[in-house]
């Protein structure tokens, strides 16, 4: 084993980490990854959500009316449009995304046939997962085009993924990962969706990240809309997970775990987070001080190994050592370095920083002003830029180990939420930089103004219905400008339809 500090000198290596995610973009993992080649989707979200995070945001010097210089892109055109093709590629037809093309399955897979209701079903269902599904929208936000922003949802089936988020709840409001076909009974040949994965607090974290991301504000009269799913049972659901310690576990009789209360605050914040801007937990319904008093209680003082111990295992080595910090210590004199664990007796690890950070920062939002207790900031950062930062770039897992891109990009991630120079302004809820999130409005926007018809239609979009539709030059039907109100787009559309209908008949 290695000595724990991985060469840090207390700066963020920016240029060495964007090579670190460019190396992990353009070439292959490591070996070591191959056991996640059913998740490709999170690993893609990781690698380029990092690149964008380390990518400076242009600004204009002060009273200069030229525009600001673009930064050194990561991601060329090209790369955009091939990691958008690649997303799309993983879609279910009947809603949801496969978590990698080796789940994707050719496109008569998908067909299925209800005997019993004697009409078409879907094929296949569990190769779409809600995990999936959130890293590729997020991802399609991503990779969105700067100059059509609008446009980076463009080929989504939007209706057919609520559809399915929808059939994932459960009656007590929980989330399911995946809809599986299963026999009726003993010996049948026919089957019925059933609801698999556990009730898992990050299921239902992402399916209010999906909701959030596709839903928009259609009423029930409006074309496009979807039965929502039951929000009330979802948030009652999350609230009711607080354990006795203060902690979120996956139900209140289970271990409490940072990680789960992070998914639980930021999916409240996000059932309730207006369409545009940023939004807070009008009633959180937890106990937060009992909250605040786990999330603190997750700091310890990181000591370096002994010499005689620099070999031992990197999950045990620090841990006779560790001295947990109280609530009241964080206003007072702190070690150098503090790490934060996600459950109790357990290691530093760079990932909890985040989780425990981006809690504290959603609960900050809550009326009143919020949380009025933090974890000690510039020791946990130490931590990080001295023990995890690593030498070729990235961040491990644990001090001394090798970086990976999961580890990274959250290390990336609480840096950014403690306003680190060079890295973009982050979305605690969404974990993404605003930018991102800017994106992902945009092209919520686009997708709604597919639903709807939009306020104009293009006359080059009817242009191109005409003549897929009437088979003829659609200019000889009617002239008009270079725009149409929707009314008007519409009645040269039922001129085209009634030509083809025409021409049918001849």
């Not at 139900?251 to 807070?280: D, Q, T, V, W």
Request: net charge negative.
């Amino acid at each position: 084993m290695a000595a724990a500090s991985n060469g840090g000198d207390g700066v963020l290596a920016a240029s060495r980490h964007m090579r670190y995610f460019q190396r992990c973009f353009r070439t292959m993992l490591p070996r070591q990854y191959m056991g996640n080649d059913s998740t490709r989707m999170t690993l893609g979200f990781f690698i380029i959500a990092a690149m964008d995070l380390l990518t400076p945001t242009p600004t204009a010097a002060a009273g200069d009316p030229s525009p600001p210089p673009k930064p050194d892109a990561p991601l060329t055109s090209e790369d955009r449009r091939r990691v958008r093709d690649w997303v799309l590629a993983a879609q279910h037809p009947h809603g949801g995304f496969c978590g990698s093309p080796t789940h994707a399955l050719p496109a008569h897979e998908y067909d299925g046939w209800d005997f019993e209701a004697a009409a078409p079903a879907p094929g296949s269902p569990g190769s779409a997962n809600v995990a999936a599904t959130a890293f590729a929208l997020l991802l399609l936000a991503l990779v969105a085009d700067p100059a059509a922003p609008e446009s980076a949802f463009a080929g989504v089936r939007r209706a057919a993924t609520l559809r399915w988020l929808r059939g994932l709840q459960r009656p007590d409001g929980s989330f399911g990962e995946v809809l599986v076909d299963m026999p009726a009974g003993p010996g049948a040949t026919r089957t019925h969706k059933t609801i698999a994965g556990g009730r898992d607090m990050r299921y239902c974290y992402i399916a209010s990240m999906i909701r959030w991301i596709l839903r928009g504000d259609l009423k029930q009269d409006d074309p496009g809309w979807v039965e929502d799913i039951d929000v009330e049972a979802l948030a009652r659901y999350i609230r009711q997970a607080q354990t006795f310690d203060g902690g979120v576990g996956e139900s209140s009789m289970h271990e409490s775990h940072a990680g789960y209360a992070y998914c639980a605050i930021s999916g409240l914040s996000l059932l309730e987070r207006p369409l545009e801007g940023r939004g807070s937990v009008s009633h959180c319904g937890m106990h937060v001080d009992s909250l605040l008093r786990f999330l603190a209680s997750r700091q310890i003082a990181y000591q370096d190994p002994a010499a005689d111990e620099a070999d031992g295992d990197p999950d045990e080595e620090n841990f006779p050592q560790l001295s947990a910090l109280s609530r009241e210590a964080v206003a007072g004199p702190c070690p150098e370095h503090v790490g934060l664990n996600g459950r109790c007796n357990k290691v530093a690890d760079t990932c909890y920083t985040w989780w425990v950070a981006g809690t504290l920062d959603s609960l900050r939002r809550l009326p009143g002003g919020g949380a009025d207790v933090d974890i000690a900031r510039e020791p946990a950062r130490r931590f990080l830029m001295d023990k995890t930062q690593h030498l070729i770039g990235g961040f491990s897992k644990h001090p001394g180990g090798p970086p990976d891109v999961y580890h990274s990009y959250l290390g990336l991630a609480v840096l950014a939420t403690m306003g680190e120079p060079g890295l973009k302004e982050f979305d605690e809820s969404l974990c993404v930089s605003s930018q991102t999130v800017t994106s992902i409005e945009a092209g919520r926007r686009g997708l709604l103004k597919q639903c709807c018809g939009g306020d104009k239609a293009s006359r080059d979009q009817v242009v191109r219905l005409g003549e897929l539709m009437a088979g003829c030059e659609a200019d000889t039907l009617v002239g008009k400008g270079a725009g149409m109100e929707a009314a008007e787009g519409g009645q040269l559309l039922e001129q085209l339809l009634s030509r083809r209908m025409q021409m049918t008949k001849a």
